[in-house]
């Protein structure tokens, strides 16, 4: 096990690179070894090594960049993606870790003018998703060691491990661009390959007693079930669930190192909630002869991965929820080796009463507490290993979830604290304020960071993270968060969703198969102004005439006309929501 400074024999990338625009090539090579490098023909993207004839002449253009993301091939071509700009988000185990602040695709793509125009219309929406995908939030790297492997996992590995390149000390589960590999690795470029994991890096320095320690928290998103909010829900057939995230909590203290890992997921039972302009869409469960075996490949994953799982169900015990909520418990009572703990958030905790949460540590306490944390020294001598995970979800697994883990994180910290001999027995971080404001904020910041990926919104009860309480500030933040929610999800999401069906491979471009790509083709109308401008009208002119409707029976019968136009309209945009709302058009739903 490698967790200490870098030394000789550690692989490392690249980190600081100059990219050459030629008419016919893009160059990349490093500042600090200019003879290495390779070119991507701007014409149909094909990699070469770098010599002395591709570098020759004058670039048009020169710039630095900061990393290789992959490459990936439409129908006209090969478009590269590189890292243009970088912030240092701090340092994991001792390492620098990065955050992408701006990428490009770059186009090599000269072969289009050759394209049919229907090629060319597909082309130019598929480039629409390059450009979506060029602002996505929450991608951090490090060029000296991989971010996707937990602490305990790591400690396991052979000797030698950190050697190999960055790309194959990588879990692809968690790299988000590992679909844009495959070209960069068959030309053995590994010294420029960065692997990409989306998610949160939160890092905080705690001064408990005067004992300094740095407290990590570096949340994993899953790429298998990839997309937004409303368009990816539950399970595939496979058992990978929507909004899967790892989260690790890393305490460094005396040399020591303290590791609690907690996940998330969506209901891993066949479910989906498609927008129709209403403010809650419909829950609806799909019946399929394969669920029992969805749930079961999902568990059997997580056990392998984690060792016992608690499953702790967050979901309203009634409605349209606890509809879905008795559905997965009853697939439960299949696994006997799973613990499932139905907790209703919203009936006991409230909107305010935090606290509340220790209802369900009475429930959980103790096993939690059997489960453990992993632990190190600074030899690398193994202490102790976490045994199994608390596996929570509500229905987006981002607000409630968010909460919850923080709950018991707090309660590990704690532990770890007293064992280590700063907090006795009667004393928890809660106690310290300077040191637990550090603690809850990097939690909400973790909260947020993972909200904006999945719903594109920061997540709601931040306060209760963030303060302990609800406030009149934070209130008014998630009114407008659950506004912005609500828009994109129905005006927005479809392309966001097409966008990431892209680059996690789960759609790929057939250049020989002109008819797949048909239904992309032409331009798709913006919805909302439609929408908005029939109602909207059909309000204003029904108020206008109300207003004048004390003057004569005519205007009377005017109002009485407008007011059924207007509800006409409504029920039209009820009944027609699903058509009016953004979809995807690249893949279904499972």
Not at 51 to 68: H, K, L
Not at 451 to 460: H, N, R
């Amino acid at each position: 096990m490698e967790i200490a400074p870098p030394s000789s024999n550690r692989f490392k990338l690249y980190d600081q690179l100059e990219l050459l625009e030629f008419p016919d090539k893009y160059v990349v090579k490093p500042v600090d070894s200019p003879h290495e490098g390779f070119s991507v023909d701007r014409r149909d993207g094909n990699i070469k090594p770098l010599d002395d004839d591709t570098s020759s002449g004058d670039a048009t253009r020169v710039s630095t960049i900061f990393g290789v993301g992959g490459t990936i091939r439409l129908l006209a071509g090969t478009y590269l993606l590189v890292i243009t700009s970088r912030e240092e988000a701090g340092t994991f185990l001792g390492f620098p870790i990065f955050r992408v602040t701006a990428m490009k695709f770059l186009p090599c793509n000269g072969n289009l003018r050759f394209a049919t125009a229907q090629e060319k219309k597909d082309e130019a929406y598929l480039r629409t998703l390059l450009q979506a995908l060029e602002t996505t939030p929450g991608l951090y790297f490090s060029y000296e060691t991989d971010l996707t492997v937990n602490l305990q996992r790591r400690c396991k590995l052979a000797v030698g491990w950190t050697s190999k390149p960055m790309w194959k000390q990588a879990d692809p589960r968690y790299v988000w661009n590992w679909h844009l590999l495959e070209e960069l690795i068959e030309c053995k470029l590994d010294g420029f390959i960065t692997p990409l994991l989306q998610g949160s890096y939160q890092v905080a320095e705690l001064q408990l007693k005067n004992s300094p320690s740095v407290i990590s928290l570096i949340s994993r998103r899953c790429t298998r079930r990839l997309g937004t909010r409303m368009w990816r829900r539950g399970a595939n057939l496979e058992g990978d669930t929507a909004n899967f995230v790892e989260s690790e909590q890393i305490l460094e203290i005396n040399g020591f190192k303290f590791s609690l890992l907690q996940v998330r997921g969506s209901i891993p039972l066949l479910w989906e909630q498609i927008v129709d302009l209403s403010y809650k869409p419909q829950l609806k469960i799909n019946k399929h002869e394969d669920t029992p075996k969805v749930v079961q490949r999902h568990f059997h994953d997580l056990s392998q991965r984690y060792g016992e799982i608690m499953a702790v169900n967050l979901t309203d015990q009634h409605g349209a929820e606890g509809e879905l909520s008795k559905a997965y418990a009853t697939e439960m009572t299949r696994l006997p080796n799973v613990r499932y703990v139905a907790f209703d958030f919203h009936h006991i905790c409230g909107t305010t009463n935090f606290d509340n949460l220790g209802v369900l540590y009475e429930q959980i306490g103790d096993e939690f507490e059997k489960q453990g944390y992993f632990l190190v020294d600074a030899e690398g001598n193994i202490l102790e290993e976490q045994k199994g995970v608390i596996r929570s979800n509500c229905i987006d697994c981002l607000d409630r979830t968010n909460v919850t883990q923080n709950y018991m994180a707090q309660n590990s910290l704690n532990l770890q604290l007293q064992r280590m001999g700063v907090l006795d027995s009667a004393e928890c971080v809660s106690m310290f304020e300077d040191d637990y404001t550090k603690f809850r904020t990097i939690w909400a910041e973790q909260g947020d960071e993972i909200s904006l990926q999945y719903a594109g919104t920061y997540a709601l009860k931040g306060d209760l993270v963030r303060y302990g309480k609800q406030t009149v500030s934070g209130a008014i933040k998630d009114g407008i968060s659950a506004m912005s929610r609500y828009y994109l999800n129905n005006f927005q999401d479809g392309v966001r969703q097409d966008a990431l069906d892209l680059i996690s491979g789960r759609y790929t471009v057939g250049t020989n198969s002109p008819s797949q790509l048909q239904p992309i083709g032409g331009s798709q109308p913006s919805f909302l102004p439609v929408a908005s401008a029939l109602l909207i009208g059909g309000v204003t002119v029904t108020s206008f005439t109300i207003h004048q409707a004390g003057r004569n029976t005519q205007q009377y019968l005017a109002s009485a006309l407008w007011a059924g136009v207007t509800a006409g309209v409504v029920a039209m945009i009820k009944a027609n929501g699903r058509h009016l709302c953004s979809r995807p058009r690249l893949c279904h739903l499972i």
